[in-house]
């Protein structure tokens, strides 16, 4: 069974930034591809961030030029910086990897953007 752990969420001022973690219990470098999504209450889970295999990588436009995803394979850990955050980042955010045919999710961490 993989497992994802994710930190890294809180609260941070308009402007500011973070940077989420997601460290798996497998080792990355086997993954087909990862990415970030984040989800408000009465919402849909919406795409963040991926990276897949060949280092490509898609943002969506609402975060793009702000957020960037990262690995880091020695450590098995997935990384999501988020500069000039806004209150409308304030979501769930979650880890997702794929390995073969599977899709792993981490449990979520909520980042919120306040004053």
């Known amino acids: 069974q993989v497992q994802l752990v994710e930190s890294g969420g809180g609260l941070v001022q308009p402007g500011g930034s973070l940077r989420l973690s997601c460290a798996a219990s497998r080792s990355i470098f086997t993954a087909y591809s990862m990415g970030w999504y984040r989800q408000a209450p009465g919402n849909q889970r919406e795409l963040v961030a991926t990276?897949?295999?060949?280092?490509?990588?898609n943002y969506a436009d609402s975060v793009k030029g702000r957020i960037t995803i990262s690995r880091d394979d020695a450590k098995n850990m997935v990384y999501l910086q988020m500069d000039s955050l806004k209150p409308e980042d304030t979501e769930e955010y979650y880890c997702?990897?794929?390995?073969?045919?599977?899709?792993?999710w981490g449990q979520g961490t909520q980042v919120t953007v306040a004053s």
């Open positions: 990276l897949n295999r060949g280092g490509i990588t």
């Open positions: 997702k990897l794929h390995w073969s045919f599977t899709d792993y």
